[in-house]
């Protein structure tokens, strides 16, 4: 069974630019989650989907973060426009339903200088 | 927001012995989860608790749900060299699957 897909796996950027982060979960997982992980911090919760609708996003700063999932499948994350303080690593991970545990992909690393 | 805190923050052992670690909270929790992270990867799942007392083993791993659901430990035995990473727990504190934490993570080294 293939993993959760994430791309790029680097990316860097100058503040004040825009960014966005691509999510493939696995095959039939009806949730998806992104997260954020600063170097030397456990990940923290962005945004959680249900199929293509969000279960809990308190913690996405929306000022400047958005994410969609648009078919249920898929998913993106978009930061725009970027500061330095969203130099981290953000992972995505699935489940198949709300209550089973997550599985995560490689992250995208990103550097905004 | 809620917090989880982790013990010890990092840990030096020689291989070969055993390993605990514990994670706490001052809220009460419906699903602890154990992690493992090597650099540049993801975490990888390794043990999940549903139930208060549960105790659980995953090979030489075992985990267990706090009675009170405001904590839980992971017990590695006679540690290897491939254990080497950060171990995070996380809970869940919603009804239906929303609220999850992640903590600090507890970072393990192991001698040969």
């Known amino acids: 069974e293939a993993g959760v897909a994430q791309s790029p796996r680097y990316k860097i950027i100058e503040k004040r630019q825009s960014v966005a982060f691509w999510c493939n979960p696995i095959s039939g997982h009806a949730t998806l989650y992104w997260y954020q992980q600063i170097l030397g911090q456990g990940p923290k919760l962005l945004i959680q989907?249900?199929?293509?609708?969000?279960?809990?996003d308190s913690q996405l700063p929306k000022d400047r973060f958005s994410a969609e999932r648009l078919k249920g499948v898929d998913s993106t994350l978009k930061i725009q426009p970027a500061k330095l303080e969203d130099s981290a690593v953000y992972l995505c991970?699935?489940?198949?339903?709300?209550?089973?545990?997550?599985?995560f992909g490689p992250g995208t690393r990103l550097l905004v200088l | 927001g809620q917090q989880l805190n982790q013990s010890p923050q990092s840990m030096f052992i020689q291989e070969g012995e055993d390993v605990s670690m514990n994670c706490t909270s001052s809220s009460i929790f419906n699903t602890w989860l154990w992690y493992k992270q090597e650099p540049g990867e993801g975490p990888v799942l390794l043990i999940a608790l549903y139930k208060a007392g549960e105790l659980t083993s995953n090979g030489r791993l075992t985990a267990q749900f706090g009675i009170t659901r405001k904590d839980s430990f992971l017990n590695i035995s006679a540690s290897i060299p491939s254990d080497v990473g950060i171990y995070f727990c996380a809970g869940q504190l919603g009804n239906y699957g929303q609220n999850f934490v992640f903590g600090p993570g507890t970072r393990l080294s192991v001698l040969p």
């Open positions: 989907f249900q199929n293509n609708g969000v279960v809990d």
């Open positions: 991970a699935s489940s198949p339903t709300l209550l089973w545990p997550q599985y």
